[in-house]
């Protein structure tokens, strides 16, 4: 009898313990965009019904999930607005979003899909293409007139947010863009742009904090990542880059009083044919910034022009120069375990200011090679030391 009243009061327990918790879960409402007007065509503008998706799931106050079935969906530029009631909002999609053919539709907007002052957003999967190449064509050829392009994918001043399995292609301008944001993680992303398509970073960090880029496969025109003034506590992991200019911290000291860059750590990366590898750059005039403490830690170079370099003499396309020294102070930046082969014989270039000296720079255990043979290194005002095995051989002042 005792037994058979444990075991029934045992089962009480468990039937109320779970109807408790059933009835205590929030739950998880579904905007599917088809449901609210999209068309998965590719040619019918389906913006009104990705704004009415959004509209529901910032309004509810119970997490959601907008969802994008397959098939490709237009969409001309957007703007994602928070404040929202709830902090969970998941963007799952299965589908293509793709820009107007049409250039000149978004190419003055600024941003194609923008998320501002959001909390807690979610984006998984899904390609998005920018179809960018006809603006790459008119500024190629030279065209004052053409737009300065769109950013495909852009939050800003938004917080907790994870970009996880998306692929951008063809953006007309910067791929993603994370600024004025905080904890932010982008993992397993693919960028594709042609590698001689202008202005097309990959992903573009500034006046950020917590960002984490890991798993990333970035191709493109420019660099493969942009690190900006005010990013503190970075960190890159596994990206293969290539085409492109490379893994760039700057470029900094283009403003008077601008933040600076601290805590930054790029490691396990591979560059394939780029035009640089591990880059600090920093315009020739007088400014507040600064860059310092950064890690750079095992990476692969396979013919890479620049595989290491610092330069604060940067300037594009050498016009309209400044000319000035550098008020960006570059210290405490280490190199660490990096291999392979440069396409120019100098793979080592350190031109740091002669007012603020890069300090601090520390070589570990770096082998590159120009042609089979042991590429050089030059060194402007840049004051560090080196240890293990350092080829070429250093040039910093001890």
């Known amino acids: 009898m005792a037994k058979s009243m444990s075991l029934h009061i045992l089962l009480v327990l ?11 879960a929030i739950p998880v409402v579904t905007y599917n965009v088809i449901s609210l007007g999209a068309k998965s065509d590719g040619r019918s ?13 910032c309004g509810s106050t119970a997490a959601s999930t907008i969802y994008v079935p397959p098939g490709r969906y237009l969409l001309h530029n957007v703007v994602f607005q928070g404040q929202c009631r709830n902090n969970e909002i998941t963007i799952r999609i299965d589908g293509t979003l793709v820009a107007p053919s049409d250039y000149r539709v978004i190419g003055d907007a600024g941003n194609w899909i923008l998320f501002e002052h959001v909390n807690g957003v979610y984006i998984y999967g899904g390609i998005l293409d920018g179809q960018g190449a006809g603006l790459w064509a008119c500024k190629r050829s030279g065209n004052n007139n053409c737009p300065s392009g769109a950013t495909t994918l852009s939050f800003s001043n938004s917080n907790n947010i994870l970009i996880n399995g998306l692929t951008s292609q063809n953006s007309q301008m910067f791929h993603v863009v994370i600024n004025g944001c905080h904890n932010v993680k982008v993992q397993g992303v693919r960028v594709s742009a042609s590698g001689n398509s202008p202005n097309t970073d990959g992903i573009h960090v500034q006046s950020s904090s917590d960002v984490t880029i890991l798993n990333a496969r970035i191709g493109t025109g420019d660099d493969c990542v942009l690190v900006g003034p005010g990013t503190t506590n970075l960190w890159i992991e596994n990206v293969a880059c290539g085409p492109g200019h490379g893994i760039s911290i700057g470029s900094l000291g283009k403003e008077m009083h601008e933040a600076g860059v601290q805590n930054v750590t790029v490691k396990t990366v591979t560059f394939t044919g780029t035009e640089n590898g591990l880059r600090i750059k920093s315009w020739g005039r007088p400014s507040t910034g600064f860059a310092r403490n950064i890690l750079f830690q095992h990476a ?27 008020g960006v102070k570059i210290s405490d930046v280490t190199y660490q375990d990096i291999h392979g082969a440069s396409a120019t014989e100098i793979a080592v270039k350190f031109d740091c200011s002669p007012t603020y000296p890069c300090s601090g720079i520390n070589l570990e255990d770096v082998k590159l090679i120009y042609k089979n043979q042991p590429a050089e290194a030059s060194c402007r005002n840049a004051d560090g030391s080196a240890s293990g095995f350092v080829e070429p051989n250093s040039c910093l002042k001890l």
């Open 300 to 326: 692969l170079m396979k013919n890479v022009d620049n595989p290491i370099v610092i330069d604060q003499n940067y300037c594009p396309d050498n016009k309209n120069c400044p000319g000035k020294p550098s």
């Open 14 to 24: 468990i039937f109320s313990s779970l109807f408790f918790s059933s009835s205590l």
């Open 45 to 57: 503008d389906s913006t009104k019904a990705f704004l009415a998706a959004w509209a529901k799931a």
